[in-house]
């Protein structure tokens, strides 16, 4: 009850809410994932993905850095880009984001998916070129937590969420803001037998992640353990379910 109380009472307070569990030396490092895809009785790989997770230093501040790259598999390649790069920059003290930038190659041009957060001004400043588009510039309140996927698996990882209790979000997704909730389902034995598992929810109310606004529902297991990792994710789609594991 206690935590519940305690909980509530960061909610309730303006600002950002901070990570309660500390960033052990455990927790840094690189992982790779095996992304597939399942419906109807086919299973069957669409991409690998690593995370990389570091201290470093970004406009003249310490600050962790996450990097992303997922290279699709295969006859994928047809219908996806061959590589996907995404990098973001947290504050250590609370994971506040800072910085994300992810390319975005089109037409062999290059634009970008950019978010700048200024958190003394309670917004975020994301820059969507698509060539040959021109540049889509929007300045969004961060009334609630914002920020963007990269950043937000990081957050999930040291964020200390009593079960059954939900936080109210915004993911930012090419130039938009799409509202949704955070929800810790609490411990998960089955999922991953032999390792202390938690879940998370995360609901997004209008669109998903996917171009074709499928991708609205993501399930997140992580480590219980020091290092805070990462250890799947269930994308719901119109046709299946995308299933992120890390690879053996």
Known sequence: ??????????????????????????AFGSVTYEVRFQSKGLDTKVADETVSFEKAEWNQQKVHHAH????????????????Y???AYLAPDGGRPLYYMNPVYRAGKVGKFECVYDHGAGTVTSVFLRPPADAVETVI?????TMDLLSLMQYVRFLELPAGCTLPMQVLKEG??????????GADSERYPGQTAERFLLSLTEGGLMENGSGNRI???????SDRKLLGLEVNLGSGVMVVSVKQ
């Open 1 to 26: 009850m206690r935590k519940i109380v305690l909980f509530l009472l960061a909610v309730a307070a303006p600002g950002w809410l901070a990570f309660s569990a500390p960033v052990s030396g455990d």
């Open 68 to 83: 992303a790259v997922i290279r699709a598999s295969s006859i994928f390649r047809l219908f996806m880009k061959a590589e």
């Open 85 to 87: 790069l995404a990098d």
């Open 141 to 145: 309140p961060m009334d609630v937590q």
């Open 176 to 185: 938009r803001s799409l509202p949704a909730t955070l929800t810790s389902q």
């Open 219 to 225: 399930s997140v297991w992580r480590s219980a353990g």
